[in-house]
């Protein structure tokens, strides 16, 4: 009985963190997508002044913010699969 209320408590702290994750992972994918609508309106802009040097910044600012939002979302996913197989294990052993 002590075991089941003990896994039963590891699944509600599992299923908090897990949802936490994914309310992180939903705000930081919102700000990078800000981030790229911005380097877009500057990469238009720059293209509607002919502006070369507008054109380049927005597109390496876009790539270098490509690149982490790559790494970033990696991180997270295999955050969220960790917390995940660990909800499925303490589920399986409760029943």
Do not use: H, P
Request: aromatic share 12%; hydrophobic share 55%; glycine share 4%.
């Amino acid at each position: 009985m002590n075991q089941t209320t003990e896994s039963a408590t590891a699944g509600n702290e599992l299923r908090v963190q897990l949802a936490q994750k994914e309310q992180k992972f939903k705000r930081v994918k919102f700000y990078f997508n800000v981030i790229f609508v911005l380097c877009f309106l500057v990469f238009a802009l720059g293209l509607i002044w002919m502006n070369v040097m507008a054109i380049a910044s927005s597109f390496i600012t876009a790539m270098m913010f490509g690149m982490a939002y790559l790494g970033v979302i990696m991180i997270f996913e295999e955050d969220i699969n960790e917390i995940k197989i660990k909800l499925e294990k303490t589920v399986s052993v409760s029943v």
